[in-house]
């Protein structure tokens, strides 16, 4: 690994490297290594936090170069691209519904379900996941386990600087649908996004749950059951309001998990 890693640190630097056979088996091998799972964009540490791999990020960016536009055949669909799309589903025990894509170098652990729905390279999802009717997961996204992305969720790629975070939705949580998560922007586990919460790391994310209002940036606590809402701002030419999301509350700790869902569902009336 050491060594993938340092020939693709070299042609980072140095994109004349891309010429050399053993620097073209070096990025080939280690975007089949995200494909499988063996290695990630990002993973999660033992401190709560998240590690990015650097390395592996600049091999996808690189991986582009080197690819060929190809007509790819599925049925009687037709597509024009660089990177071939996924495969054996069956044998990953992955269940995918027409018109569901993956993009080979995503890796889609045992369990997740894809409805109709895009999942790009470098993106990780976790078992018992599933990515609903026209949900979209992007470039290097990571998406924990037992996770539900409904029907039209936007999950943001973040592929360039290399250094920067993915986006990130930590196990157990439930995204609801329209929902907008984007640049590195991270969910930690088991929170609720009600329907139509758009998230960036300039999106002031606003606690209302206590006695005083609590601003968060680029980070959804633990458990926080969230929905959108809005601010006044003042500009030069007035006073307007500013798109914003509000922690209204927060889910209960339990080991079932869906039934906490729910509850929090009902008792917030969210809608998902």
């Known amino acids: 690994m050491e060594q993938l890693r340092a020939l693709i640190e070299q042609a980072w630097d140095n994109r004349q490297l891309l010429q050399e056979p053993a620097v073209q088996a070096a990025v080939a091998e280690v975007v089949a290594l995200l494909d499988q799972g063996k290695v990630r964009v990002a993973e999660p540490l033992a401190d709560d936090t ?19 536009m190809e007509t790819i055949e599925v049925g009687p669909f037709e597509f024009h691209d660089k990177i071939p799309l ?23 652990e045992k369990g997740v379900i894809m409805m109709p729905s ?20 992007g470039s290097c996204a990571q998406i924990g386990r037992n996770v ?3 029907g039209g969720v936007g999950i943001g790629g973040v592929l360039e600087p290399p250094q920067a975070a993915p986006t990130i939705i930590e196990d157990d949580c439930f995204i609801g649908s329209r929902c907008i998560v984007v640049e590195g922007v991270r ?6 996004l009600g329907a139509n919460v758009v998230l960036t790391q300039s999106t002031h994310i ?6 005083e209002p609590v601003i968060h940036k680029g980070r959804v606590p633990a458990r926080s059951v969230v929905i959108p809402g809005s ?7 007035g006073n307007y309001q500013v798109s914003c999301a509000l922690i209204i509350g927060q889910r209960k700790a339990t080991t079932d998990k869906k039934v906490s869902l729910n509850d929090a569902l009902r008792e917030y009336s969210v809608a998902v």
């Not at 601010?231 to 030419?237: L, S």
């Open 187 to 192: 969910i930690e586990r088991e929170a609720v």
């Open 231 to 237: 601010y006044t701002k003042t500009f030069p030419a």
């Open 50 to 68: 998240w590690q990015v791999n650097e390395w592996v990020k600049k091999a996808v960016v690189l991986f582009f170069p080197l690819r060929q």
């Open 206 to 211: 606003i606690d209302v749950s206590g006695p």
């Open 86 to 108: 996924k495969r054996d589903y069956a044998a990953q025990g992955v269940r995918v519904v027409p018109h569901a894509i993956a993009r080979y170098g995503a890796f889609l």
């Open 148 to 150: 539900h992305l409904s």
């Open 118 to 137: 895009y999942v790009n390279i470098g993106a990780w999802v976790g078992s018992g996941t599933m990515v609903d009717t026209w949900a979209t997961v």
